[in-house]
């Protein structure tokens, strides 16, 4: 997740008296506003707990009242110590920092903490109405949903909660995957549009635990409208002899057996993301991406209107970042030199970069340009997680049940980030790079016809190799 400060504001007090608020954002969007002497509280805490070796530097106070240039340096600090705790793997995991954001949330929207109807989505529309505090916190309204639904406590860790935008002509676009620092309730109320609702879906990408999901019945008709409902939206590509046998299974109501073959065809689990921008293979060009069986599937459109496929698997790139910054909105100015922002007058750009590599000892950075980045990273986060819980010989099941019960640490997902996906430390034993990238292939864009349709594509279309063996940092 991404937290900024980008800006400030000058509030009036109780008293009458004002005093400078400063606007924390996640993603991009106002998540709570805060004072100087709230984070400082919240900075004694944390220091108490951990130790001052651990907790990133702090803004020290001022005597004298702050002038516009003090105020500006004090927020880029705050900033980069918001930045720092959230980066640290015991100091944001931890529920002194989650419920302080969570805290400042609920007061930053002024709602209080009562008992209120909360509607979940399911996959194919269907609305499931809880009953929660407003206060509830992200896991609190998992929960809810699952007993409600009568779901296992064993499988509720397989699913997570989505914050999603539904567009005009029903489709979905993912806006985040709903984080322990949020509280629900307040997160899709603050945005005051019915287009925003919170939708239900599983969290896991290896198609091998839909055995676990389907044992069950309640999760048999999860996981069945979720693959019905990709469908339907073109997430999932069939051609026609396909479409007549999942038709045929959905008469049959053989719900199973209509999943298993939903396994087999193109993009099955994928998240499709909205129509962005690439400089992948070259600079402005148009694409759209999708997540899913451990990699990113670019579908291109280059310059010279020619459509291109192909896949970037995450056990390929070295690392990756978010990026955002603040563009001036053009509203038809003939200016050719972009007048200076403000917070009316600038919107956030989000860019998701990572370096990959693409054959034999050659990285390349490829940047792809969207408001959904950030829900891409989590994406390749998530998909790290299971890979390295898989190649450790460790249980998925556990790993879901810690991050049910709020205790999976971010101590492996943060370090996989900055070091290679699944790639431990370079055995000596090892071939070096050289030999390795024999194994490698690159990837490569391969033509396909700009009229093919959901109905036309079969289920032969470009796919990378793994690269499993383990490549470390000293390798790269």
């Known amino acids: 997740m991404h937290f900024s400060i980008p800006e400030t504001e000058v509030r009036s007090g109780e008293n009458g008296s004002t005093y400078v608020a400063y606007n924390i954002h996640v993603n991009g969007v106002l998540h709570c506003r805060v004072r100087y002497s709230q984070l400082l509280g919240l900075h004694e805490q944390i220091k108490k707990e951990y130790g001052n070796n651990l907790v990133p530097a702090f803004p020290p106070k001022k005597i004298f009242t702050l002038t516009p240039t ?104 993912f806006v985040r995957k709903l984080q322990e620092f949020e509280l629900p309730y307040v997160s899709v109320t603050s945005l005051r549009s019915s287009e925003f609702h919170i939708i239900l879906r599983k969290s896991y990408w290896d198609t091998a635990y839909d055995s676990d999901v389907m044992d069950n019945r309640v999760g048999l008709n999860l996981l069945y409208t979720q693959t019905v409902s990709d469908i339907d939206r073109g997430w999932i590509l069939v051609n026609k002899d396909q479409h007549r046998q999942l038709k045929s299974l959905q008469e049959k109501g053989s719900k199973k057996e209509f999943i298993r073959l939903g396994q087999t065809l193109k993009y099955f689990g994928y998240i499709k993301f909205d129509p962005c921008v690439t400089d992948f293979p070259e600079k402005g060009c148009h694409v759209i991406v999708s997540a899913g069986n451990n990699e990113l599937n670019f579908q291109v459109k280059l310059p010279n209107e020619q459509m291109k496929e192909g896949s970037f698997k995450v056990t390929r790139m070295r690392c990756w970042r978010v990026t955002s910054s603040q563009v001036p909105v053009v509203k038809g100015s ?116 700009a009229s093919n349709s959901a109905n036309d594509i079969s289920g032969n279309d470009f796919h990378g190799n793994y690269a499993f063996e383990g490549i470390g940092d000293d390798d790269l």
């Open 70 to 173: 003090d105020v500006e340096q004090r927020r880029e600090q705050l900033e980069k110590y918001m930045q720092a705790v959230r980066q640290d793997p015991m100091l944001g995991a931890s529920e002194m920092f989650n419920s302080f954001l969570r805290k400042a949330q609920q007061e930053t929207q002024q709602i209080p903490t009562e008992e209120v109807p909360l509607e979940i989505y399911l996959s194919n529309g269907q609305k499931v109405e809880v009953n929660i505090l407003t206060s509830d916190q992200t896991e609190d309204v998992l929960e809810a949903v699952a007993s409600k639904l009568d779901l296992p406590d064993e499988l509720v860790g397989y699913f997570s909660l989505f914050l999603v935008r539904e567009g005009v002509d029903g489709g979905l676009t």
């Open 334 to 449: 003939s200016s050719p030199t972009p007048a200076p922002c403000s917070s009316a007058q600038c919107e956030v750009k989000l860019e998701l970069a990572f370096e990959y590599l693409m054959s034999k000892d050659r990285l390349q950075w490829v940047t792809i340009t969207s408001p959904q980045a950030i829900m891409m990273s989590i994406c390749l986060q998530s998909m790290v997680d299971e890979l390295m819980v898989k190649k450790s010989g460790g249980s998925i099941k556990k790993m879901l049940r810690k991050r049910h019960n709020g205790s999976l640490q971010r101590s492996e997902s943060q370090q996989a980030v900055k070091s290679p996906p699944l790639l431990d430390s370079p055995d000596p034993n090892r071939d070096q790079i050289v030999k390795l990238s024999t194994k490698l292939s690159s990837v490569s864009l391969r033509g396909i016809s």
